[in-house]
Structures are given as structure tokens and as C-alpha cells.
């Protein structure tokens, strides 16, 4: 499967804890982006990278939220001091970053907070 | 804010009937638009994307029609089938990133 990889698909955490999701993209996308989804809403854009640098980042990207992409490859999106209303699905997509290249998603990672 | 938003949140067709799922788009920046596919517990799929410098697209069993004057854009679904069923979202993208709806559900009875 060379499709976007995304680990764990499930992590159920208690309040407090700090979590990191990976993302590993499609080989030749040089454009990642993270993004959240809860329950009946379209996803939301939280943060992207071209190559390792990082471009943008949304104001739903609190100062617990901290994504990195090192060497410009797979990426980690991590949670600190989790709380209940960061349970939702992360999602990680790639595309090829020219202006009409579509996004590519993974399955996601649900987070439960308890 | 400028939002990308569905006119109907669920949509029930019968199998074999052509569906036609709509969306309004507010950022008259946006020049390019996707229309994903998610099944539960998958993320989006890709169906069909347009640039604003065209009206339509055909795909395999899909079209997209984009109406720039009024903001519209739709998805045609052509002899729908049980495999349809999912949530169907529009997505703009105005800078570089894209900007999604809430979708709308496509339930399709057999």
C-alpha cells in the first residue's frame, strides 16, 4: 500500500496524558497536513508543512499542539496535557503541493480522552 | 469567516437513480475545489476535483459542475449503488490549503 500511513488508528488516553500521532506520506508528496475531525463536521485544518518546513498553522493549533516534520518525510503531531475536547479524529494528508494537487488522507487516528 | 458549507445534510436515493449532491462556496479566491467520498472510519477519499477556469468534469459515474457567479458547485452521481453510501464533502482552496463543509450523507436504498 503506498497510500498516506497513519499509527496508531486508536489511542484512548486519560486527561493529562500527552500523546503523539505519525504520519508517513505518500513517497513523492512533498506537502503534509494535519487536520481534526469531530463527529458530522468536515475536517479542519490545523497545520501544514512543504518539505520540513512548516508554512501554517491554524488558531485551533493551541500551545499544547506541536507538529513536526524533521527531515522533510514522515511527521508527528503531538498532544500535550490532553483534555477531554481534543478527542476527535486526526487526519494526515499529502499531495504533490502545486496549486491544483489534490489531497491524499490517510484513515486517521482516533484519540478518546477520558 | 468564509466558509464552505452543503445545502442539504442527508440525501436517500433509491439504487440505480442519478444523485446530485450541492455545495455553496463563500471565498471568491478559491480556484480550485475537490469532492471527497468518506465511508466510516476511513478518511476522505478523493472522487473529482475542478479548477475555476472550468464549468465541468466528468469522471467515471461522477460530475462535477462548477457555477462561479453564484458560488455553486455540485456532484453528479450517475446510476447510484449501495457502495455510494457515504458522506460526501466539497472542499475549496483559496491558499494552499484546503477548506471543507460539513457533507452531506448519501444513503442509498436498495
Known amino acids: 500500500d503506498t497510500g498516506v500511513s497513519q499509527d496508531p488508528r486508536h489511542k484512548i488516553t486519560k486527561r493529562g496524558q500527552n500523546v503523539t500521532f505519525r504520519c508517513d506520506p505518500i513517497?513523492?508528496?512533498?506537502?503534509l497536513y494535519w487536520y481534526r475531525q469531530t463527529l458530522g463536521q468536515g475536517p479542519e485544518f490545523l497545520t501544514y508543512f512543504q518539505n520540513e518546513a512548516q508554512l501554517e498553522k491554524s488558531r485551533l493549533l493551541s500551545d499544547r499542539f506541536s507538529a513536526e516534520r524533521p527531515k522533510g518525510s514522515f511527521s508527528t503531531l503531538e498532544i500535550q496535557r490532553t483534555e477531554q475536547g481534543d478527542s476527535a479524529m486526526y487526519l494526515c494528508?499529502?499531495?504533490?503541493?502545486?496549486?491544483?494537487?489534490?489531497?491524499?488522507f490517510g484513515n486517521g487516528t482516533r484519540l478518546t480522552v477520558t | 469567516g468564509e466558509s464552505v458549507g452543503l445545502h442539504l445534510p442527508t440525501l436517500s436515493v433509491q439504487e440505480g437513480d442519478n444523485s446530485i449532491i450541492n455545495c455553496a462556496y463563500s471565498n471568491s479566491a478559491s480556484d480550485y475545489f475537490i469532492w471527497y467520498k468518506q465511508e466510516s472510519g476511513k478518511g476522505p477519499q478523493f472522487i473529482i476535483d475542478i479548477r475555476s477556469n472550468m464549468d465541468k468534469r466528468q469522471g467515471q459515474r461522477v460530475t462535477v459542475l462548477l457555477n462561479k457567479t453564484v458560488k455553486h458547485l455540485s456532484l453528479q452521481i450517475a446510476a447510484t449503488q449501495p457502495g455510494d453510501s457515504a458522506v460526501y464533502f466539497c472542499a475549496e482552496n483559496p491558499r494552499g490549503k484546503l477548506i471543507f463543509g460539513q457533507g452531506t450523507e448519501l444513503s442509498v436504498k436498495p
Open positions: 513517497s513523492e508528496h512533498n506537502r
Open positions: 494528508a499529502s499531495s504533490l503541493g502545486e496549486l491544483s494537487s489534490p489531497l491524499h
